[in-house]
């Protein structure tokens, strides 16, 4: 029995918005498809998640088994291959890599079986194209391996997206997978109209002559505001060693996405807050900054709709921030953890967070913006012909 066509979704990096994508794409091809007719796997997994049953799997997989209505009751069987810490380390020192590399494939294999009475399937790739490639699955092998067609994310602009189109479609070319077209993604706003100007499928047939049939484009998506932004829950589970503070009528704020990190630093007599924090900003300050601290939670009750989107208190311990600091910020509704880095160690671990945020459980109003950012934007009749769906 032949094996459906498969989409496999593939990105110039990691966090360029693959599962992003692919809930978009399941979103719009479920209004022409059935969704009990659409599949999907993530063939080689890094991060993951528990299971009720104690099984690990890819976290990807049950971000798309909560956001969409596909038949996915056995979502281990979804997340064939594991990559998790010290898989790779094992592989490279081991004694028998082909053995290994083979019994992942079977597994993959055992997943795509699974999966044929699909119409269609949609594969989730992985980091950039060549990640998985330490134990033998690529993300052009495995595209390869399932026989797929590739929808390639890449960046909005001009300059920097050919030349990554450049460096990934050679990569692909180089193992003979068959690339279908791409998707441009978080595009500037004000850049869109610019970009299907310059970037048509007419100048990228030009410019990669070699893609046969050539590429198509299906779509020019927009930066959507905040979607790519933590929340201060999220946030939270950055720092190992933290204590959130909690007040009432404020669990709704923790799952909201914040705007930017600010480091308040100013003294008290020249500190203003109306100066240097906006809607859903997260302030940043010392634990024994009682003043500062006060005109942070008295701006934020002033503000007339929005509020801040956090406090993280820095350089705490047993006694700070102390009992008055605690109730302050437990009657302002406004999410606040404390945590015992300082400040420079603070604001590392915030940027690594802001730079790697994934969409979350949680986060419905996000797959609403995703939804509709799609439905606008992506062009699902053109993508179920060029992928003979």
Not at 115 to 144: C, D, F, M, Q, W
């Amino acid at each position: 029995m032949a094996n459906p066509p498969v989409v496999f979704i593939a990105g110039e990096r990691q966090h360029a918005g693959k599962t992003v994508t692919s809930l978009g794409v399941i979103s719009a091809l479920c209004k022409h498809i059935d969704p009990n007719d659409i599949g999907y796997f993530k063939p080689v997994g890094q991060e993951m998640v528990t299971l009720a049953s104690g099984e690990r799997i890819d976290k990807d997989v049950r971000i798309v088994k909560e956001f969409t209505d596909l038949d996915m009751p056995d979502m281990g069987i979804l997340s064939p291959v594991r990559v998790v810490s010290g898989v790779t380390r094992e592989y490279i020192t081991g004694i028998n890599q082909k053995a290994i590399t083979s019994e992942f494939e079977k597994n993959i294999h055992r997943t795509m079986k699974a999966l044929s009475k699909k119409k269609l399937i949609i594969a989730e790739g992985t980091g950039h194209p060549g990640v998985g490639s330490v134990v033998g699955l690529s993300n052009a092998r495995v595209a390869n391996m399932l026989n797929a067609k590739i929808l390639y994310l890449v960046g909005g602009g001009i300059g920097r997206t050919l030349d990554e189109l450049e460096v990934d479609l050679s990569y692909f070319s180089h193992n003979h997978s068959r690339v279908a077209g791409v998707l441009f993604n978080k595009v500037l706003p004000k850049k869109v109209d610019m970009m299907k100007e310059v970037l048509t499928e007419k100048a990228l047939g030009r410019i990669f002559p070699e893609w046969d049939p050539s590429l198509k484009v299906f779509g020019y998506m927009p930066k959507v505001k905040y979607l790519n932004n933590p929340s201060m829950h999220l946030i939270s589970h950055s720092f190992k060693d933290h204590r959130a503070i909690r007040g009432g009528r404020c669990a709704g704020a923790w799952h909201k996405a914040c705007r930017k990190v600010k480091i308040i630093s100013q003294d008290i007599d020249v500190f203003s807050p109306e100066r240097s924090l906006l809607p859903r900003d997260i302030a940043v300050l010392a634990s024994g900054s009682h003043r500062r601290l006060k005109r942070i939670i008295d701006y934020n009750t002033s503000l007339p709709s929005e509020k801040l989107g956090g406090i993280i208190i820095t350089c705490s311990n047993d006694t700070m921030p102390d009992d008055e600091s605690k109730q302050l910020l437990a009657n302002s509704c406004l999410p606040a953890i404390a945590v015992k880095t300082d400040t420079a160690d603070t604001d590392a671990t915030l940027y690594k967070c802001f730079s790697n945020t994934k969409i979350q459980l949680y986060d419905k109003m996000k797959h609403e913006q995703i939804v509709k950012l799609f439905a606008e934007h992506f062009d699902a009749e053109r993508f179920i012909k060029a992928y003979e769906l």
